[in-house]
């Protein structure tokens, strides 16, 4: 069992930066691979990234890719996310979880995941 805990976001305006964190309990943390996903008013959960459990591969939506960068560190049961270069499209409440499955072999779906956290919102302003 693993229980996620988001943080680091707030308001900021376009072009600036946040760093997210997602702190883990549980023994388990390091086995599984993580991902970042958000959800804006009215939409659907969308894939931000993900990180394998080493750390060593991640991947990245392409509205994302090349401003957003997934890190973990294990030893402190915690991950993060980077993000740089934000846009008002980038409004959303941001959610961690742990990928349990893999049903697909193209972009990672929320029905993947498990163990979600409550969430952090994020506000650009323009």
């Known amino acids: 069992q693993v229980q996620l805990v988001e943080s680091g976001g707030g308001l900021v305006q376009a072009g600036g930066s946040l760093r997210l964190s997602c702190a883990a309990s549980?023994?388990?943390?390091?086995?599984?691979?993580m991902g970042w996903f958000r959800q804006a008013p009215g939409k659907g959960r969308e894939f931000v990234g993900l990180i394998s459990w080493s750390g060593d591969s991640t991947d990245y939506a392409d509205s994302v890719k090349g401003r957003f960068t997934i890190s973990r560190d294990n030893a402190k049961k915690t991950m993060y996310l980077q993000m740089n270069s934000l846009k008002a499209d980038d409004t959303a409440v941001y959610y961690c979880?742990?990928?349990?499955?893999?049903?697909?072999?193209?972009?990672?779906?929320?029905?993947?995941?498990?163990?979600w956290g409550q969430g952090t919102q994020v506000t650009v302003s323009s």
């Open positions: 979880a742990a990928r349990l499955r893999i049903t697909t072999t193209g972009q990672p779906s929320p029905g993947e995941f498990g163990y």
């Open positions: 549980g023994r388990t943390f390091s086995s599984y691979p």
